[in-house]
């Protein structure tokens, strides 16, 4: 391990990604209200927290030395291309060897594939890769930000959570820009959180209990009060009021960060291992997903709809997810981040 590596962000990104397999866990149908309203808001929206920490890394590991040909080589073999992979066989399994047709685009095949490829829609969390990428060119402006003092990174940053409350993620998530302009302001507050530590660590310990009640207040907020369940997703040109999920994941974020510190005190294997494998996780907890559905899911009826089934399927998808990581590890070695990330 290296000497100024950053446990705590390691377990926050744990947090992350199992925030993101856990939104994914719930179904559109369930056993009531609690199901489909409290518990698939506290579950969803983990994305904020994986472009935040993706921010924090940026800055962590690049300096005013910046390269940016050889930033972005690495983040396309290592992003890029095990999403055109895994994209790629999805799209000749499902459709031509299956024949399975119901997200075809297009009666032309290589549109439809394009389209799956440049927007994300082969599986449900896909989306983020072409959002990603818009982040990845924007490296030589964020460099920029990063040597900006900490007054003036706020005054960028605060406004751009205003325009966010506003834009709201796309409907559909097939807006690549729109999901850009909702999410940059949580990559550039993970980058100042890495270079002014020292002013924002205090507020996330000293008010961390605040953080977590706010984040539960505004939870109830948007599903009692605006009877809002999960994501708030529309057409950019259109009013839809504010994002009250951007708020709550705000202050769930500054609340993990305080528990992340704490627990990075503590050697925890299993939490070290997710962070690990955390994209791997995330490219291949779909799969198994759809499979668990397809298989697995019609014959229990509403039991994996309930707290206990979110629970199990969270276990189900995570074990199987790193298990397989881990396992192509071994057999593909250091070339296995072209296929998985990992």
Same mark, same amino acid.
């Given at each position: ?36 309203? %409290? ?20 800055? $962590? ?21 095990? =999403? ?9 399994? &499902? %459709?031509?060897?299956?024949? /399975?047709?119901?997200?075809? =685009? ?6 439809? $594939?394009? =389209? ?9 969390? &896909? ?14 402006? !964020? ?5 900006? *003092? ?16 506003? +834009? ?14 909702? #999410? ?8 100042? #959180?890495?270079? $002014? ?19 539960? !207040? ?5 599903? @009692? +009060? ?13 009013? *839809? ?30 939490? =070290? ?8 996780? /995330? ?15 019609? #014959? ?5 709809? @309930? ?27 250091? *070339? ?5 990330? &990992?």
């Amino acid at each position: 391990m290296k000497k100024d590596f950053r446990l705590d962000f390691h377990y926050f990104r744990a947090f992350a990604i199992i925030l993101i397999v856990a939104g994914h866990c719930i179904n559109t149908y369930g056993s009531g209200v609690l199901v489909n309203g %409290y518990i698939k808001t506290l579950f969803t929206g983990g994305t904020a927290l994986f472009v935040f920490i993706s921010g924090f890394l940026f800055s $962590y590991l690049y300096n005013e030395r910046f390269n940016f040909n050889l930033y972005l080589e690495k983040k396309l073999k290592f992003i890029f291309l095990p =999403y055109f992979v895994l994209t790629t066989v999805t799209f000749v399994y &499902y %459709y031509l060897i299956r024949g /399975f047709e119901p997200m075809f =685009y297009s009666d032309n095949l290589l549109i439809s $594939y394009l =389209y799956m490829l440049f927007l994300g829609k082969s599986f449900t969390c &896909y989306w983020y890769i072409p959002m990603a990428l818009l982040l990845f060119l924007s490296a030589p402006l !964020v460099i920029k930000f990063r040597g900006l *003092k900490f007054g003036r990174q706020i005054f960028i940053i605060i406004p751009l959570f205003s325009v966010a409350l506003l +834009v709201h993620r796309p409907v559909g998530l097939t807006n690549t820009f729109q999901s850009y302009i909702y #999410y940059i302001p949580f990559y550039l507050l993970g980058i100042s #959180y890495h270079i $002014y530590g020292n002013i924002l660590e205090k507020f996330v310990d000293n008010f961390w209990i605040l953080n977590l009640i706010m984040f539960f !207040v505004v939870l109830v907020i948007q599903v @009692d +009060v605006f009877h809002h369940v999960g994501n708030y997703h529309k057409n950019l040109f259109t009013y *839809k009021g504010f994002d009250l999920m951007l708020i709550s994941r705000l202050f769930l974020i500054f609340f993990l960060l305080h528990l992340s510190r704490r627990v990075s005190k503590l050697e925890l294997k299993l939490l =070290y291992i997710i962070a690990d494998t955390s994209f791997a996780i /995330f490219f291949l907890h779909m799969i198994f997903r759809q499979q668990f559905q397809r298989y697995f899911i019609p #014959y229990t009826g509403d039991f994996m709809s @309930d707290i206990v089934g979110i629970i199990l399927r969270l276990f189900v998808y995570l074990f199987i997810s790193v298990v397989c990581a881990l396992c192509l590890k071994q057999v593909f070695g250091k *070339k296995s981040r072209y296929l998985i990330g &990992y």
